[in-house]
């Protein structure tokens, strides 16, 4: 592994010569893996994980979104995105001396058997210890830990979600040791953190004791249909999503129609959100992308998901801003209106685009619109969000896909920050 010690000294202690750190780092050969890799092991035990609770800070979960969007960009949007993401990473808060050097010592046996014993105990110091004593992480390890978490969605469901993806960033860097330790601790001790299982004990009692679990299957259900699952999920009181939607999974339907309803209302609570809760909508997305990608049989778990959508709040549909057309719609005319702010302009062009048959553009657009934005400033939600499209897409039919690729259009538009940390990135990297 090549690491620059320019990078080691200012992850250890960030300072103005961070991004040319990096610069020089990716110019190693395999220069972004092992500077991803040493990141992780390095920030992981340091930052102040237990000041943020119920939080979870997106430093780290966020470089998974990012390598997952890089086959999107154009190499110098990728770089700049990597780097303004690990130098949100680098800032967040750290622990104090003695907790870091706590943290770096911690070692436990490695066995399955204690850490599950730590996680249901709440225990997240020997959870987090327990995970540095396993040898090799692998997907599985992190898929374990999916399945223990999946029915807690304290802080709206973040368990599962950092579990999934940091088995998933594991992936992408090629399954180091050290860093796969650093991140499967990270994925146990969050795990292991206040429970809340509110939603799944209300489902169950609607589901009885052994409820039918949901196959994996393609949707079946026509547009029509789909709408008016996914008006019940926006406009109806909890008790009655839950009523309805246990007794279409208890009747047989799969997750394909399930998924598709569900992303249709977000898409329209999206396009409800306030501005200043356009990233916490979208993280709904990111949710949902994960049950995507693992695949759950439980129908509580889909319960979950419903009630999670269902909690964003809902406005009349003439309330809500709507696409406006403009001249000929174009991939440099989508972008420019994303980072300009105009909303409805931005979702002009891309449902042009997306009915002209081009949602591969629409979704590389708004992943570079993503890249011009300090994810500090909104949390690396837009990030996040743009790489659940990206899971989510495959799985849809055209007018689920439509909708939720016009919101986060919305969305982005509308949460757009100061791109300054970005453009110190590119004249650090000669972009």
Not at 139 to 165: I, P, S, W, Y
Not at 233 to 251: I, K, W
Not at 315 to 341: C, F, H, I, M
Not at 392 to 414: D, G, M, Q
């Amino acid at each position: 592994m090549s690491v620059d010690p320019r990078w080691l000294q200012e992850l250890e202690a960030p300072s103005a010569a961070f991004f040319a750190a990096f610069a020089a780092q990716v110019t190693a050969p395999e220069g972004v893996r092992d500077g991803v890799r040493e990141a992780v092991k390095v920030l992981v035990p340091r930052i102040d994980w237990e000041a943020y609770l119920p939080h979870v800070p997106h430093g780290i979960p966020g470089l998974r979104a990012v390598l997952r969007l890089r086959p999107l960009l154009a190499e110098p949007s990728f770089l700049r995105a990597l780097a303004i993401q690990l130098h949100m990473a680098a800032h967040e808060g750290r622990r104090t001396p003695a907790a870091q050097a706590q943290a770096l010592a911690a070692k436990g046996s490695g066995t399955s058997k204690n850490l599950e014993a730590f996680i249901a105990t709440r225990r997240p110091a020997l959870a987090y210890a327990e995970a540095q004593g396993i040898e090799q992480p692998v997907g599985a390890d992190f898929q374990r830990l999916g399945r223990l978490t999946e029915l807690d969605m304290a802080n709206v469901g973040h368990k599962a979600v950092l579990a999934d993806h940091l088995g998933d960033l594991q992936d992408l860097l090629e399954q180091p040791k050290a860093t796969g330790r650093r991140l499967l601790g990270l994925a146990a001790w969050v795990a292991a953190s206040t429970e809340d299982t509110f939603w799944a004990r209300r489902a169950a009692k609607r589901l009885g004791e052994s409820p039918s679990p949901v196959a994996w299957s393609p949707g079946a259900l026509e547009e029509e249909n789909l709408i008016v699952q996914a008006r019940e999920v926006c406009d109806l009181g909890l008790v009655a999503v839950l009523d309805l939607l246990t007794a279409r999974l208890q009747a047989g339907q799969g997750s394909g129609d399930t998924l598709a309803t569900l992303v249709l209302a977000a898409a329209e609570k999206q396009l409800d959100a306030r501005r200043d809760l356009e990233g916490k909508t979208a993280w709904t997305f990111a949710y949902l992308a994960t049950l995507a990608r693992t695949q759950p049989a439980d129908p509580r778990v889909w319960c979950q998901a419903a009630a999670l959508v269902n909690l964003f709040p809902t406005d009349e549909p003439e309330d809500r801003v709507q696409p406006k057309a403009s001249g000929e719609p174009t991939v440099t005319a989508l972008l420019d209106a994303l980072l300009d702010g105009e909303a409805a302009l931005a979702m002009g062009h891309a449902q042009g685009l997306l009915r002209a048959d081009q949602s591969d553009q629409v979704l590389a657009t708004l992943a570079e619109a993503a890249t011009r934005n300090d994810p500090t400033f909104n949390h690396a939600h837009q990030l996040i969000a743009v790489a659940a499209a990206a899971d989510l897409l495959p799985h849809l039919p055209a007018s689920a896909a439509e909708a939720l690729l016009i919101a986060l259009t919305k969305s982005l538009a509308n949460s757009q920050g100061s791109g300054d940390l970005g453009r110190l990135a590119d004249r650090a990297l000669g972009s």
